[in-house]
């Protein structure tokens, strides 16, 4: 109930959280809407119009923050169209010839 009061109770104003959920455990997605259904996070869930949703059709920040939909769920594992605002979180594998460089402060 804690994030539902954040979110009725407007303490975040006008962000837009992202969630990554680690499935591990390789649960059904069905038990992860259940729990957001219960906390009444569902109705602040980003859901798209379709699914893969094209880059350019992503809702601005500002648009997500109008129409209440401030919360982006992504799940590494097990996402899948029951739960259509729990999204698919595995992003591309980058190709080995690719160096990440990371620089510290």
């Known amino acids: 109930m804690y ?15 992202a969630l990554l959920i ?34 350019a059709s992503w809702p601005t920040l500002g648009g997500m923050i109008d129409s209440g939909q401030r919360l982006v769920i992504f799940m590494d594992n097990g996402a899948d169209s029951s739960v259509p605002y729990v999204l698919d979180g595995v992003l591309p594998d980058f190709p080995s010839d690719i160096a990440i460089h990371v620089e510290l402060a």
């Open 22 to 55: 680690v499935n591990i455990d390789n649960l059904p997605v069905g038990l992860y809407g259940e729990v957001f259904e219960a906390v009444g996070l569902d109705v602040h869930s980003f859901r798209p119009s379709s699914i893969p949703l094209p880059a």
């Open 3 to 17: 994030n539902k009061v954040i979110y009725d109770g407007n303490l975040i104003g006008n962000a837009v959280l």
